[in-house]
């Protein structure tokens, strides 16, 4: 055989591997079957180096050869193993004589679970069938080691020959990946039971005082382990016999040492490496609970404290190891508490923070690659199947299975999942853990990631992969469209099985449907969290039934937008919202077609509908602007200009001011609607939405101007009498307002002249009256509600003064109050020379040369002083009102203030309406401290954002953070609260469940505003 035929048989280094054919005792010419199996493993080349090696290290490597060269079977297992595990292949080394595990009928045939704790007990010297087996620490005794060490090693060793074994029918083809997976389990119960028989050889007064059971979790409790990964466990523990508190504490503590020494013996790493770590984080309290418990404290804890989450761990625990009465004993009195949890008043909170941590947060550029918690990955696949057994193994036992493939099996079997998804599902399941075994073998060592094509290794790694699972015409390539075409189908069967079930019963769909009664589908609902199950079964039944075009789009779109509307604050609104948004647009072809050809704005629907009745209602008035969701350069701020021309268009295009006015409405509506969509979606920040609502607000007053002062002068005969400006103030002024503000402003006219200042004022009255009217009048497009206390004397003073009766007030009546209040009035509206002069009379007063003296510093103090406790409502909460509250808006716009009646008129650049701008140029001045501008600004727009956002989620205003813990969690979730980074562990790393959305937004703005509160207090009162 030449270099050349090696190479087309798969060796990469051809001429290389004709040298170690021949290093190795072969005949290029007459070994063709064992050079074949070389060349047959996924990897020739690593293969044949491996063989090398073992013949190296072998004390009789003339046995070995001609073994390979008779014995097709023991050829094909030991080149797959040389060829796939560089860390098998390492045993073997420092093990040559195990090549023979390999060999014969024993090889091929799959143990028993009993018979690998057999084995491994005998390993340690201990009686298997004794109630507690005690390792024979003299078998270790003679080597000049200390014997416990030797026996830990010798069961180290044990362990990894048993793996040598699986590996070998695993690699063949003799056992399926749910048969390795489980035997991978059983090993691990039966080398955690030999451990525990160890340690207590090593401490036999404990084992005196207590008996102690190891229950598995996650991967090792449903018997679907991997090559590599931590095993989960949870020990109960009880004294040996019956006695005093003192002996029940005295067995607690023995137990506490022999479960140590049992996972300290298996964590450990010697000449064998780690085997895996033992992890009991998933007991009780986590990391902070006690390692052992008896059996009256778990049954307490989880009956009082545990959460949703935990029982869904429990669904996989199974006593394996350690005292089988105890552990029979403790499954018997959990398993009911399991399967009740569905029945929980806490269940559906605890359902939408699990899903959540299925969607965790995995570093950048490495989504593509995570086969366990990747976008269709194995945890898809897990959690979909738990979540349906929790929700309906509660009336259906035949459910109960720890295991994925079995209860996917029976979810199928007894109606709950479709025959065709469920076999989908368990082929993607299978080759997801195929691929995820093959990964573990190379090394040994526990990981998710299939290699990055763009490091150096990578393609050769993707390549040894991709052979190892069959794919030999080109294996990146075949390797690489196998798992996206695999994680694809995840999604659609993940959608498809927990959600399309639903619209069978209420809808006809194929037979080989899963189908479920109308009551297993209110279950399945109320799971998902809808509050009125049955009421959004009713709308599922409105959408889909019938035979039209229409009813069947619905049919392909809700499997997939039901989980869109779970995942959002409020379900059962986001369900009848598209209800009704469908049925106002009713066959409108473009809508479903939209909805069905672009998942983005599906979703983005969803989730509007589901988090905000603000926009919601906005969108049933005007359900065509769905259209704009499809792209963010729609949902943008628009220019102003832009908005000009068409309230202008407006204007001219109605007879009635009723009516032109009427149509700016709708303008603005159609603005406030893509203003609120561009917030909830992430799109704009809140100073954008801010600016956004102020832009449409000042065009829609202007336009509403323009009407009715054409109004006043035809009733004044067609005579204009005067000259009229709209002065906003306050938020309005500044360019922050929210979604419930009102529009503060001032109305100045200014006579023409020789016209008498009595009909003038006439004049501007009824021009301001009416606008007023108009933007306020009845009807479907929201109102602009007009606020005018900011004036003059206040609610005392005239409505509209001439500017010479402002200039005249200012000069004689200003107090220290309206000089700050004016650092915000910007002219919106009006005559172009009016709102210039305007400005000009109250530069002076807003920007005093020298700045504000000492005594109107104090008078500052003092409002602010009496404001805090006279202005904030009863009974409100001082720390979360976030616009009188402490460290809210109030605090922070009053140091800006301050900071421009002090300085403003050294520089011009203060002369700013916005509070943010503010707060920016006096950090540039140095007249505030950097660090105390970026806390102001955080405590602001946090503020700023809460405000708006419990508009937007309840559809009416709000200063406070909800104390209705519902809403408040919904706003949180409206903010993007609640995304929780994960854990790769099984079922959650410390064991205990993170915050929820509300705790998150409450401890972020107690946080924020307390800073911002301290830096306030600083500089508003530091001389």
Request: hydrophobic share 40%; aromatic share 4%.
């Amino acid at each position: 055989m030449t270099a050349g035929a090696l190479a087309r048989l798969g060796f990469s280094d051809s001429t290389r591997a004709l040298r170690l054919v021949t290093e190795a005792g072969l005949d290029a010419r007459a070994d063709t079957e064992v050079i074949g199996a070389l060349a047959a493993a996924a990897d020739p080349d690593q293969a044949l180096l491996g063989l090398l090696r073992l013949l190296e290290a072998a004390p009789d490597p003339e046995e070995i050869l001609p073994a390979l060269r008779e014995e097709r079977e023991l050829r094909t297992r030991l080149c797959r193993i040389l060829g796939a595990s560089t860390a098998l292949t390492d045993h073997l080394v420092r093990h040559p004589g195990d090549w023979r595990e390999l060999r014969g009928a024993d090889a091929a045939r799959t143990p028993e679970p009993e018979e690998l704790r057999r084995g491994l007990m005998h390993t340690v010297g201990a009686h298997p069938d004794d109630t507690a087996p005690v390792a024979d620490l003299s078998l270790g005794e003679g080597s000049g080691a200390e014997p416990s060490a030797v026996l830990r090693h010798t069961l180290r060793v044990a362990y990894r020959r048993r793996v040598l074994r699986l590996t070998g029918r695993d690699l063949t083809g003799v056992n399926t990946v749910d048969e390795v997976a489980a035997e991978l389990a059983d090993l691990a119960a039966a080398t955690l039971d030999a451990a525990l028989a160890v340690a207590r050889a090593e401490a036999p007064e404990d084992a005196e005082l207590c008996r102690l059971s190891v229950i598995g979790m996650g991967k090792c409790g449903g018997r679907e382990l991997n090559y590599v990964s931590d095993v989960d466990v949870v020990f109960v523990a009880e004294p040996a016999t019956d006695g005093t508190a003192e002996d029940e504490q005295g067995a607690q503590r023995a137990a506490t040492r022999l479960a140590t020494a049992m996972m300290r013996i298996l964590s450990e790493t010697d000449a064998e490496g780690t085997l895996w770590e033992v992890d009991p984080a998933l007991r009780p309290e986590g990391k902070n609970g006690p390692l052992v418990r008896p059996l009256a404290g778990h049954l307490a804890y989880y009956e009082r404290w545990a959460k949703t989450w935990e029982f869904q761990a429990l669904l996989k625990a199974r006593p394996i190891a350690g005292d089988a009465e105890l552990g029979r004993a403790y499954s018997e009195a959990i398993s009911p508490m399991v399967w009740e949890a569905a029945g929980r008043k806490d269940f559906v909170e605890d359902v939408q923070a699990m899903r959540r941590r299925v969607v965790a947060h995995i570093p950048a550029g490495q989504a593509e690659r995570e086969l366990k918690l990747g976008p269709g990955g194995l945890r898809d696949i897990e959690f979909s199947v738990q979540l349906l057994q929790l929700v309906h193994g509660r009336s259906d036992d035949r459910l109960r299975s720890g295991n994925t493939l079995r209860a996917l099996t029976a979810l199928s079997e007894y109606g709950y999942v479709g025959r065709k998804d469920a076999a989908g599902l368990a082929e993607a399941y299978r080759f997801l853990r195929r691929v995820e075994h093959l990964l573990q073998l190379e090394r040994l060592r526990r990981t998710h990631l299939l290699p990055d094509p763009q490091s150096p290794d990578g393609p050769g790694q993707l390549r040894q992969l991709g052979r190892a699972l069959g794919f030999t015409a080109d294996p990146v390539r075949e390797l690489t469209e196998a798992r996206k075409r695999v994680s694809a189908e995840v999604r659609r069967l993940h959608e498809k099985l927990f959600y399309r079930p639903l619209l069978n019963a209420v809808a006809k769909l194929p037979e080989d449907e899963a189908r479920l009664s109308p009551e297993q589908a209110v279950e399945r609902l109320g799971a998902l969290g809808f509050v009125d199950p049955r009421g959004a079964l009713r709308h599922l039944k409105s959408l889909t039934s019938g035979l039209s075009r229409r009813a069947a789009i619905q049919r392909t779109l809700l499997p997939v937008m039901l989980g869109w509307f779970a995942d959002s604050p409020d379900p059962d609104a986001g369900l009848l919202g598209f209800r009704q948004v469908s049925d106002s647009l009713g066959t409108t072809p473009w809508y479903l077609r939209l909805l069905r050809d672009d998942v983005r704005v599906a979703e983005r629907m969803a989730w509007l509908l589901g988090t905000s009745r603000y926009a919601t209602e906005l969108l049933l008035r005007a359900p065509e602007a769905v259209a704009t969701l499809a792209d963010d350069a729609d949902l943008r701020r628009r220019e102003t200009r832009t908005l000009v021309t068409e309230a202008d268009a407006a204007l001219r295009r109605y007879d009635t001011p009723e009516e032109a006015v009427s149509a700016v409405r709708a303008l603005r509506r159609r603005e406030l609607l893509r203003t609120a969509a561009a917030d909830l979606l992430g799109v704009s920040s809140v100073e954008e939405v801010g600016a956004a609502l102020t832009d449409i607000a000042a065009v829609t007053i202007d336009a509403a101007l323009r009407a009715a002062y054409a109004k006043a002068v035809a009733e004044s005969g067609g005579e204009k009498l005067t000259r009229v400006c709209v002065v906003a103030m306050g938020r309005f002024g500044g360019g922050e307002l929210t979604y419930a503000s009102d529009a503060d402003v001032m109305y100045v006219h200014d006579p023409l002249p020789g016209v008498d200042t009595g009909s003038a004022t006439r004049q501007a009255l009824a021009t301001v009256r009416e606008l007023a009217r108009l933007l306020e009048m009845p009807q479907a497009e929201p109102p602009l509600k007009i606020d005018t206390d900011l004036r003059p004397e206040g609610k005392s003073g005239p409505v509209v003064r001439t500017l010479d009766s402002y200039a005249a007030y200012y000069g004689r009546w200003s107090q220290v109050w309206e000089s700050q209040a004016l650092l915000r009035a910007r002219p919106i509206a009006g005559d172009e020379g009016l709102c210039s002069a305007f400005t000009a009379l109250i530069d002076p007063l807003r920007y005093p040369d020298g700045g504000v003296d000492g005594s109107a510093v104090l008078e500052i103090r003092k409002l602010k002083a009496r404001m805090e406790a006279e202005r904030l409502p009863r009974g409100a909460d001082p720390t979360l009102h976030t616009k009188l509250g402490r460290g809210g808006l109030s605090d922070v716009e009053w140091v800006a203030q301050l900071v421009q009646l002090r300085h403003a008129h050294e520089h011009p650049d203060l002369r700013t309406t916005g509070t943010l701008e503010a707060l920016g140029v006096a950090v540039a001045h140095g007249l505030l401290a950097a660090d105390d501008g970026v806390v102001l600004e955080e405590a602001w727009r946090l503020a700023s954002r809460v405000r708006g956002m419990v508009m937007l989620v309840r559809g009416r205003g709000g200063d406070s953070i909800p104390n209705d813990l519902r809403v408040r969690a919904a706003l949180a979730q409206a903010m993007g609260y609640g995304e929780d980074d994960g854990d790769d562990d099984e079922g959650g790393g410390d064991g205990l469940e993170p915050e929820g959305p509300a705790e998150q937004l409450t401890d972020a703005y107690l946080r924020t505003t307390r800073r911002a509160r301290a830096v306030m207090e600083r500089v508003f009162y530091d001389d």
